[in-house]
């Protein structure tokens, strides 16, 4: 018999849930965006992130089962994010999550956000092949990370500053086109030309991803050239990021030859990356997973898919109802120079920090 559990995500400025099957389908995805509570302030502000969740997390609940055609009474786990996060955003989510978990008597799964992201590619995909390379760009985070076999995480480089999404979002408002800037960014480009000759920083060393230098260089530009071409500085800079994430990911393809490679995160909503990673991609012989659209920005689902892999390997265990959210949450990351791979660091059943 299929199971289901319900999941919620509120660790940003989207308030979601989603009904997610043990088969990992999802029978329901509600997410409900605070994009224009945030637009007026160029950002998410936090206070008003977390009193918008308080108010919409009862009824996207509500309206996540009713889409499912689910009962709570049928639900088998409740799966919430624990962080990294807004922490006031996150402990609405866990508020809400505990109590129901409590009430119906059933297990609460806390998920990384991070792996839920990594676990988007897998809603088709229930039986993948291993290793894997995985791109992971989101507002907040730009890792490469590999993983040798399920919920187990070797990072190879991360952003040692900005977030690509933050880069997009920074660029986006210097060129007043409200936030989020990604998809405007992105639009803009399709119309321009990389002409600009935008910095492509550390292209050649390693792993790691630095963008706050191309975001000084791009507002550096727009102040010394008050007749700018929009398009063409939306154009040079998608084309900088593009390039140095290009550049990293197929290394690593060419490096490890693994035969499977995943672009998760906001940013993998981007038309113009899933071109380029699905060409790298064929260029190396490896198999490229993409998130839908809807799967790539912030939802329940992917949390709920990423709970059922937790629960998976650890034979049906919840965790302790004594977790409070984490502002920041690593996965732990083993060291790629000799370090131990493992997957996230914590027991089933442990008490949580
Ligand atoms: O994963 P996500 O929804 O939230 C975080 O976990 O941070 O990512 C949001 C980021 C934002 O920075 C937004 O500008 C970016 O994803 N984004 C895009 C696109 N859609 C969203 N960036 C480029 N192109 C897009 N089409
Ligand atoms: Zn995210």
Redesign the pocket.
């Known amino acids: 018999m299929t199971r289901a559990l319900l999941a919620i995500e509120t660790s940003?400025d989207e308030t979601a849930a989603a009904v997610v099957t043990d088969r990992l389908q999802a029978l329901s995805s509600v997410v409900s965006s605070q994009v224009e509570l945030h637009a007026r302030f160029g950002g998410v502000v936090p206070e008003i992130a977390s009193r918008a969740h308080v108010r919409l997390v009862g009824p996207i609940v509500s309206q996540a089962l009713d889409e499912a055609r689910v009962t709570a009474g049928e639900l088998s786990a409740v799966a919430v994010t624990r962080g990294p996060g807004l922490v006031g955003a996150l402990l609405v989510g866990i508020s809400a999550a505990k109590a129901l978990a409590m009430g119906l008597g059933l297990p609460i799964v806390a998920v990384n956000?991070l792996e839920g992201?990594l676990a988007s590619v897998a809603m088709d995909e229930p039986d993948m092949a291993f290793p894997q390379l995985a791109l992971l760009v989101?507002?907040?985070?730009c890792i490469l990370a590999r993983s040798p076999s399920p919920g187990v995480y070797e990072r190879l480089g991360q952003t040692k500053d900005d977030s690509v999404?933050?880069a997009?979002?920074k660029v986006g408002r210097l060129l007043g086109l409200g936030y989020?800037?990604?998809?405007a960014?992105?639009r803009l480009a399709a119309s321009g030309e990389d002409s600009l000759g935008f910095p492509r920083p550390m292209l050649r060393e390693g792993y790691d991803f630095s963008f706050s230098g191309l975001k000084t260089a791009v507002a550096n530009y727009v102040r010394a050239n008050p007749t700018l071409v929009v398009e063409d500085v939306a154009a040079s800079f998608a084309a900088a990021c593009m390039d140095v994430r290009c550049a990293k990911l197929s290394r690593a393809l060419e490096e490890f030859k693994d035969p499977v490679v995943s672009v998760v995160?906001?940013?993998a909503?981007?038309?113009i990356l899933r071109s380029r990673a699905a060409e790298l991609a064929k260029d190396a012989g490896a198999r490229l997973l993409l998130p839908s659209q809807r799967l790539a920005?912030?939802n329940a689902a992917m949390i709920g898919i990423a709970a059922w892999q937790l629960l998976d390997r650890r034979g049906g265990l919840g965790d302790r109802f004594d977790f409070g959210p984490l502002a920041s949450w690593p996965l732990s990351w083993g060291d790629r120079d000799g370090g131990t791979l493992g997957g996230v660091s914590w027991d089933a059943g442990a008490p949580t920090p």
């Not at 989101?138 to 985070?141: A, D, M, P, T, Y």
């Not at 989020?180 to 998809?183: A, I, K, L, S, Y």
Request: charged share 15%; with cysteine; proline share 12%.
């Open positions: 940003c956000h992201h989101s507002g907040g985070h999404g933050e997009y979002d989020p800037g990604g998809p960014i992105d995160g906001g940013v909503a981007s038309p920005t912030d």
